[in-house]
């Protein structure tokens, strides 16, 4: 009977010794896989680098921009300065959008990569809100809704959508994308506030005419004098 059962357990133990084996093995099985997965993806990713980055294919062929109402397409191209004939996937996002940052209007760039060989720009424009009259020059600057300089010009290039101002003062040392100073904000800031309570006025006229004068703002509708 004693027998019967150190049989019985040795057969027990011969079984949890193979279980073991068979579990190391299929281990080691499982990781010689993944190892060979792994750098099967990076030779594939080798390759793909490889192929992208000397393939002249894939060289700049095409530059698109989008959304341009201020710059017409050889101004823009003449400052991206998008490198054609470089590859692709080595051309600098960050050098492109430097440089259309440089023009005065160009507030947001966004730039696409697009296989084979082109590359897509859309910018976002500074809308100019005020025709603001600069003494000091007899000339205009164009002003964003935030008091930002875009540029300045001749009167007569008014556009309909602008409002006039008079009795904003400028820096001698006048530059674009820079901000009016602080006293000049707060009179813009004014006109704003006077013109969402007139907003609320049943007046069919719009404001054309904005002048600030002894810390007052007179206003003219529809140019009506």
Known sequence: ?????????KHIGKKKTLGKHKKKILRILVYIVLVM?????????????YHFGTSHKYNVAKVEFKNCTIYDVQTLTDTAKVP????LFKVSK????????SLPYIEEVSIKKIRPDKIQITVKEYESKYFAYNEETDLYVRLTLNGMVLEQVE???????????FGISFDDNLKAKTIVAKTELEKLALY??????YQKVEIQKDITNIE??????????????
């Open 192 to 197: 704003e506030k006077t013109n969402a309570i």
């Open 212 to 225: 600030f004068k002894d810390k007052n703002i007179i206003l003219t509708l529809n140019h009506d004098l």
């Open 1 to 9: 009977m004693r027998k019967g059962v150190e049989l019985k357990n």
């Open 84 to 87: 054609i004939g470089e590859n």
């Open 94 to 101: 960050k050098n492109i959008t430097t440089n259309l940052e």
């Open 155 to 165: 009167g007569e290039l008014k556009q309909d959508k602008e409002l006039l101002v």
């Open 37 to 49: 997965f792994m750098l099967s993806l990076l030779l594939l990713i080798g390759y793909g680098v």
